[in-house]
Nanobody, 121 residues
Framework: QVQLVESGGDSVQAGGSLRLSCVAS????????MGWYRQAPGKQRELVAS???????NCADSVKGRFTISRDNAKNTVFLQMNTLKPEDTAVYYC???????????????WGQGTQVTVFS
């Protein structure tokens, strides 16, 4: 069984910083892409940033220059460093991982349970 567990969500004043972490555990053979999504009340879930196993990253335009995604492959962990936070960054942030359970098996996408980030002005 695979689990993704996020941590680091909190309430912070606008202009502040937070660092989210997500650890994938279980019977994992390999992890391809890992990423962070967010969902604000009344809005659809959106991609915030993603990173491949090789380290290539992709960020939403709304967070470029403020958020940085990174990962520790040895620890199956992905991080999201969020700086200069704005009230519009308020959302539940979800970790996502595309991974394989066996050497020749298909890839599956797993989600974490989400962590709340609240930015107040």
């Amino acid at each position: 069984q695979v689990q993704l567990v996020e941590s680091g969500g909190d309430s912070v004043q606008a202009g502040g910083s937070l660092r989210l972490s997500c650890v994938a555990s279980g019977s994992i053979f390999s992890i391809n892409a890992m990423g962070w999504y967010r969902q604000a009340p009344g809005k659809q879930r959106e991609l915030v940033a993603s990173v491949t196993s090789g380290g290539s990253t992709n960020c939403a335009d709304s967070v470029k220059g403020r958020f940085t995604i990174s990962r520790d492959n040895a620890k199956n962990t992905v991080f999201l460093q969020m700086n200069t936070l704005k009230p519009e960054d308020t959302a539940v942030y979800y970790c996502n991982a595309e991974l394989s359970l066996t050497s020749d098996g298909p890839r599956f996408r797993y989600w974490g349970q989400g962590t709340q980030v609240t930015v107040f002005s």
